[in-house]
């Protein structure tokens, strides 16, 4: 099933996530990278995954207009994805949070930086934000550079309630 973009790239396609995406969604919530670097989000079956597409993208969609998109490949006669990247809106930060996160086979190819990049565009020309933020665990080097690569820069390390180490939160205007 071909689903509508929010945006493209020469690579990439990204768009909403549906509940028909719960087998992928299952597999990159449950990757060790995701857990050590994002967190765990206690999804272990496919209908739990089903309810947090529901719950949290789908939700995001309907209240914010935005929200984390499926990231797939372009090309052929299906969309195969490979991660997910979008815009959050977090009570504990002051303004719009880029997030990404891929699967380990589609790692340092380029593709996170090239998502982010097309978000940063969609979140200025589509949304009409004027700021956006990033936060990033210290250690974690790739996702560092794909928040510089898209033009956010190190603003300052801060702690978000609930956590017990700090954060580094990256910013830029559009």
């Not at 504990?92 to 380990?104: N, Q, S």
């Not at 300052?156 to 609930?162: A, D, E, F, N």
Request: charged fraction near 30%.
């Amino acid at each position: 099933m071909i689903h509508a973009a929010i945006t493209t790239t020469e690579r990439l396609v990204l768009r909403r996530f549906t509940g028909d995406d719960a087998v992928f969604v299952l597999e990159l919530l449950n990757d060790p990278d995701f857990h050590r670097h994002i967190g765990d989000r206690g999804v272990r079956t496919v209908d739990a995954a089903r309810a947090y597409i529901a719950d949290r993208f789908e939700k995001s969609y309907e209240r914010f207009g935005f929200g984390l998109y499926l990231v797939a490949l372009r090309g052929g006669d299906a969309e195969t994805p490979i991660g997910m990247c979008g815009l959050v809106r977090r009570d504990t930060l002051p303004d719009v949070d880029l997030g990404y996160a891929f699967l380990p086979a589609h790692r340092s190819k380029g593709y996170a930086a090239e998502a982010a990049r097309a978000t940063v565009a969609h979140a200025r020309d589509d949304v009409g934000l004027k700021r956006l933020l990033a936060i990033v665990l210290p250690e974690n080097r790739p996702s560092i550079r794909v928040a510089e690569a898209c033009g956010l820069t190190f603003e300052k390390s801060i702690r978000l309630p609930g956590e017990d180490a700090d954060i580094a939160l990256f910013s830029m205007d559009l």
